[in-house]
């Protein structure tokens, strides 16, 4: 059949007028952005005692992206488009505390105040009780804290050297150490899969969708009547708009892949050699509590500042603390035992990756803060502090390291607290207290 160049304009013109110029359809979506805007922002603390052995943990080189990460950081290699290292950072409201260096680091780590008197509770909130506040009501829980190794000193919920999260001033938030009692707690009786309440962009994909429809219809139906020049390029146009529609599929809503762990097999948690079972279940039962709404917010505490547990299972004999300086400071034997919180780390990292939302992950909805209270263990220094973010949950520049040229940890904090909703313009003790810290987000 010939068609005539007054009918091909017109069928042209006809299907002009449903086939939206491309960039502008593609604008009209953003699947993926859009799916991460939609899905709710997580924020995870993990805690591990002890500091680092400065050589062995901060990277060498000089740029912020051609660092190259040392051998306790090494397990993180995988995701180091998704980690921020804030190497450098000050901490140093510990400076003017009082009281015994892993109480002081433990309160301020994640407060930014000092101790209440000489080895009591830390005088105001940890960052993840703020973003709790800010977050918590939409969940069944405001938040969930995780234990694996403790206490190692006893003391309960009544030691300033075991506690990490706080609610306000003096108010401890100790871990849950029983894994079938958090089982129990959170996911009983929940079923698989968990709705997050109603998808705020089902509508819109289903609009979306309807027009793409109607495009595709209409261009099926004169393809044949085009030229070869015309055909080749409609038929290319065609594609795309096959593919926006089937990226409609993954775009993410309110619902995210939660899926119901089984009830946790019995474990002796006062075992040292079930650390790392123990530190499994911990995580599975964190990332699912994620993943199924239960929480925004949780922390992963792998011991207290105490650290008189043992890794008989790395084949070493002497407790933890004895490594950093009670018998000697060890920097060989430590290495080890970092690298071992790091591989956990990079356990949870990969377990929230695994979780699909759409077409990101839930690590890309969430910012992890992993964090210890001193920095070098035979100093008990508080320079150049062992923190790192990952993720890339609230546009969190991550892939990265900065250069942080000891400025006051408080800064972080705040930073944190902002891109999760927070308003406040300080946090934490008022001397180290100068806005946020630039760079984190953005």
């Not at 009281?99 to 780590?109: F, I, W």
């Not at 100790?174 to 997050?196: C, H, N, Q, Y």
């Not at 929230?352 to 990101?360: A, F, I, S, T, Y």
Request: proline share 7%; hydrophobic share 40%.
């Amino acid at each position: 059949m010939t068609v005539s160049p007054k009918l091909r304009r017109r069928m042209l013109l006809g299907a002009a007028s449903v086939c939206l110029p491309l960039p502008f359809l593609e604008m009209l979506w953003g699947a993926k952005a859009q799916a991460q805007a939609a899905s709710p922002q997580r924020f995870v603390v993990v805690y591990a005692p002890g500091g680092a052995v400065p050589e062995l943990w901060n990277p060498t080189g000089t740029g912020e992206t051609d660092h190259v990460l040392p051998s306790v950081l090494a397990p993180l290699e995988p995701w180091r488009q998704k980690v921020l290292i804030t190497q450098d950072l000050g901490m140093k409201v510990a400076e003017i505390s009082q009281g015994n260096a892993h109480a002081v680091g433990s309160g301020a780590m994640l407060t930014g105040q000092i101790l209440q008197g000489n080895d009591g509770f830390a005088d105001g909130p940890s960052v993840d009780q703020v973003i709790a506040k800010t977050v918590g009501s939409a969940t069944r829980f405001a938040s969930r804290e995780f234990g694996v190794s403790w206490p190692t000193g006893g003391g309960g919920n009544g030691s300033s050297l075991n506690i990490i999260n706080y609610a306000g001033p003096a108010q401890p938030v100790p871990p849950s150490v029983d894994p079938s009692k958090i089982f129990r707690e959170i996911f009983s009786g929940l079923s698989t899969p968990a709705p997050m309440g109603p998808d705020p962009m089902a509508a819109l994909r289903a609009q979306r969708r309807s027009v793409l429809d109607r495009v595709i219809s209409e261009f099926t139906t004169f393809n044949s009547t085009l030229g070869a020049g015309d055909k080749v390029r409609l038929d290319a146009h065609l594609q795309h708009v096959r593919d926006l529609e089937m990226s409609l599929g993954g775009m993410g809503g309110g619902v995210t892949t939660c899926t119901v762990p089984t009830a946790p097999a019995s474990v002796d948690i006062n075992d040292d050699n079930s650390q790392p079972e123990v530190a499994k279940i911990m995580t599975a039962l964190l990332v699912m509590a994620l993943a199924c709404d239960q929480t925004r917010v949780a922390s992963l505490v792998f011991a207290d500042s105490i650290a008189f547990h043992h890794f008989p299972f790395l084949g070493f004999t002497e407790n933890y603390h004895a490594y950093q300086h009670d018998k000697g400071y060890q920097p060989n034997s430590l290495a080890i035992l970092e690298r071992w919180h790091t591989e956990r780390l990079a356990d949870l990292l990969k377990a929230m990756e695994d979780v699909k939302e759409g077409p990101v992950s839930l690590l890309d909805n969430s910012v992890v803060l992993s964090v210890s209270e001193i920095s070098h263990p035979e100093e008990h220094g508080t320079t150049m502090m062992p923190f790192l973010l990952a993720g890339g949950g609230n546009k969190l520049r991550a892939g990265r390291r900065m250069l942080c040229q000891d400025v006051p940890h408080n800064k972080l904090l705040l930073s944190i607290a902002n891109a999760f909703g927070s308003t406040a313009t300080t946090f934490g003790h008022p001397d180290y207290n100068s806005g946020p810290l630039a760079g984190v987000f953005g």
